[in-house]
């Protein structure tokens, strides 16, 4: 069955509807620090040339993706995790468990921190708290991040913030395309101008600013929450050895037209898939999730391309992908 894009009805070995690709609309954040990347070379339709995220899968307050086509056509993704579980394997949670976007940051974004589960719940009215990972999807040349710092105690963490000793106290550290970032909660980081990444979190938007560069938005400097972030900011930081996977070992440990495992932990999978012709795989997931970063193809007879993200439901069985593509998909962790 042949039912376009968009009204993807597929059909199992016995002529029976399986469950449909969920596609979905993305939604665009503006920020001081955004690009024009998302529209130039995603071919999104940007609200203007200072577009930051793209929030490709979601079901947060903040940005709601709604599904394009199908039996579920125009319905947000909150929707049916509330009234559809059984997309979703009946998975536990009040929430969509995942939020996945891309980041375009065209300058620096502010130095911050998030909290984790606990001190969200009894600080930030119920939030999940946020851990996050990034798959580098694009750098200009000599690019850095910030991960870490590197005050010894919490004493002198204190001091380095309020005497303003950035270049002290911050772990800048080189970045190349392909690269995996896991960012725990607790971890001081920041994406630099330049860098483009494709992020899985928490479906959490809780950020602590730490530092902002002193910049203006609407003619004021932006908040910073201090207080919160000393609480909460890891000391001494994780070596960040241990937290940045390099695209050279990535590949030397990747299969072509197989799932690839970069991360696994309390909160997703994420994994990498690159296709040379034909992949075929089984969605053994409650969900999966998958994102076209580069390429284009089939999955299913279906035509996919560079920038399209959709959810392929519990029970959706066998996967056909065609083409060439690298697409990042994942997943929760199943407990």
């Known amino acids: 069955m042949n039912c376009g894009k968009h009204a993807c009805c597929m059909e199992d070995d016995s002529g029976s509807n399986s469950r449909e690709i969920l596609f979905m609309q993305p939604v665009f954040k503006q920020s001081v620090w955004g690009g024009s990347r998302l529209s130039e070379e995603w071919g999104y339709e940007t609200p203007s040339s200072h577009t930051g995220e793209c929030w490709a899968v979601s079901a947060h307050p903040h940005g709601d993706c709604i599904v394009d086509g199908g039996l579920f056509n125009k319905k947000h993704l909150s929707e049916l995790w509330k009234n559809a579980p059984e997309l979703f394997g009946n998975a536990h949670g009040d929430r969509f468990p995942l939020l996945v976007k891309i980041i375009d940051a065209e300058s620096d974004l502010s130095i ?26 694009d750098v200009s040349e000599g690019a850095e991040l910030i991960i870490g710092h590197n005050a010894g105690s919490r004493a002198e963490l204190a001091d380095m913030i309020k005497n303003g000793q950035w270049e002290k106290l911050l772990r800048h550290v080189p970045v190349g395309k392909g690269d995996f970032i896991q960012i725990n909660p607790g971890t001081v980081h920041a994406i630099k101008g330049g860098i483009e990444v494709l992020e899985t979190q928490q479906n959490s938007d809780i950020t602590y600013r730490v530092y902002d560069y002193g910049r203006l938005s609407d003619g004021a400097p932006r908040s910073l929450q201090l207080e919160k972030s000393l609480d909460v900011i890891t000391v001494p930081a994780v070596n960040a050895d241990e937290i940045v996977l390099r695209a050279e070992k990535i590949a030397k440990s990747s299969e072509k037209n197989k799932l690839n495992l970069l991360i696994s932990c309390d909160y997703y999978r994420v994994w990498r898939l690159e296709t040379d012709g034909y992949a075929e795989l089984e969605q053994v997931y409650p969900f999966l999730i998958m994102s076209v970063i580069d390429g284009e193809g089939f999955i299913n007879d279906i035509s996919i391309k560079k920038g399209d993200h959709f959810i392929l439901p519990n029970g959706f069985g066998n996967v056909r992908l065609k083409g060439r593509m690298k697409i990042i998909a994942s997943s929760i962790n199943e407990k």
Do not use: R
């Open 112 to 137: 911050q921190v998030h909290p984790d589960d606990k001190y969200a719940a009894e600080n930030e009215d119920g939030s999940l708290g946020k851990t996050e990972c990034w798959y580098v999807l």
